[in-house]
């Protein structure tokens, strides 16, 4: 999912419809996640795909900003990023597994990526239309959390484990998509 804005943007030379400031939020969802990458090798391939998603955004928000700036929508781009900034980060310090910095910017990625979406949804309900590309870029991030929860509830019966601070994330993250679900299969 975190390549079809790119790929729209790229495409149609154009990022009309696409919230620059969710980009913004997804990147530092992004960078504060994979913090891990200095710190702890998995594997190739995770290195690989956290590394891919880094790149992704952040060429994202540079088409956004810098070489398609022209076609922003900044008028309709207006959801003020305190209002999610402010809680998340004071979430993160106060509801953490434990008090270290890469832990509590690894809280901070969770808690930011289930707000993330919202000034694209804001951005569409200001404008009240959006792009065939743009809806089915939110329904593959919707399904995106559908998977995760598939993966909770499989990992809670198969290694009894069970992440509160993911759940309730996601549980919130789903509530924003489950808005988006309604208008996306009635329109």
Not at 57 to 73: E, G, L, N
């Amino acid at each position: 999912a975190t390549i079809i804005p790119l790929l729209k943007i790229q495409k149609s030379k154009s990022c009309a419809g696409i919230s620059g400031k969710s980009q913004i939020l997804f990147a530092l969802v992004f960078t504060t996640r994979y913090l891990d990458l200095f710190t702890t090798f998995i594997s190739v391939y995770n290195t690989v795909m956290k590394v891919i998603f880094l790149i992704c955004a952040y060429i994202t928000v540079y088409m956004i900003y810098v070489k398609f700036r022209k076609t922003f929508d900044s008028e309709n781009d207006s959801f003020r990023l305190e209002f999610l900034l402010v809680p998340v980060t004071g979430l993160s310090f106060l509801e953490n597994h434990s008090f270290t910095p890469l832990e509590i910017l690894w809280t901070f990625s969770i808690y930011l990526e289930s707000v993330a979406i919202l000034p694209q949804l804001f951005m569409i309900s200001k404008t009240g239309e959006a792009e065939t590309i743009t809806t089915h870029y939110l329904f593959f991030l919707g399904l995106y959390r559908a998977l995760y929860i598939a993966n909770w509830v499989w990992r809670y019966y198969t290694e009894d484990f069970y992440d509160q601070i993911a759940v309730v994330s996601g549980v919130v993250q789903t509530i924003f998509y489950c808005d988006f679900f309604y208008l996306y299969v009635t329109k």
